[in-house]
C-alpha cells in the first residue's frame, strides 16, 4: 500500500514565494520561476503564438475586441415582438388583449419552473 505524502502548513513568511512558484503571483526570483516550470512542464498551451502583456493589464490599456454570442435567437424574437407594443405605449393605457398577452406569457414561465 502507497503511503501518503503530508504536507505541512504553508508558513505565512513563505506564502509569496508559494503563490509565485504556483503562478497566482509573477514570479519575482530564479527558483520561483524554476518552481513554476517544473510545476508547469507537461502543461499543453493553447497561446503559443499569442502575446499577452501583463503591464498592459495592470494598467488598464490591454484593449481586446468584445466577442458578442447570440443564444436562444428564436426566444429572443418572439419575446421582442410580444413587447413592442408595451415598449411603444410606454405608460399609457395597454390595450386588454395585450394584458392577457402579457399575463398569459407570466403563467406559462411560472408553470415552467
Known amino acids: 500500500m502507497a503511503k501518503s505524502k503530508k504536507i505541512g502548513l504553508i ?10 512558484s504556483t503562478g497566482y503571483l509573477f514570479p519575482s526570483n530564479e527558483l520561483e520561476l524554476d518552481r513554476f516550470n517544473k510545476l508547469y512542464e507537461d502543461y499543453d498551451y493553447k497561446l503559443d503564438d499569442t502575446s499577452i502583456d501583463p503591464v498592459a493589464i495592470i494598467n488598464s490599456t490591454f484593449h481586446r475586441e468584445p466577442k458578442v454570442i447570440t443564444m436562444f435567437e428564436e426566444d429572443l424574437d418572439v419575446d421582442i415582438e410580444s413587447l413592442r407594443m408595451v415598449a411603444r405605449k410606454g405608460k399609457e393605457k395597454l390595450p386588454q388583449h395585450i394584458i392577457e398577452k402579457m399575463r398569459r406569457n407570466h403563467n406559462r414561465d411560472s408553470g415552467d419552473q
Open 11 to 20: 508558513e505565512v513568511e513563505h506564502l509569496d514565494s508559494w503563490l509565485s
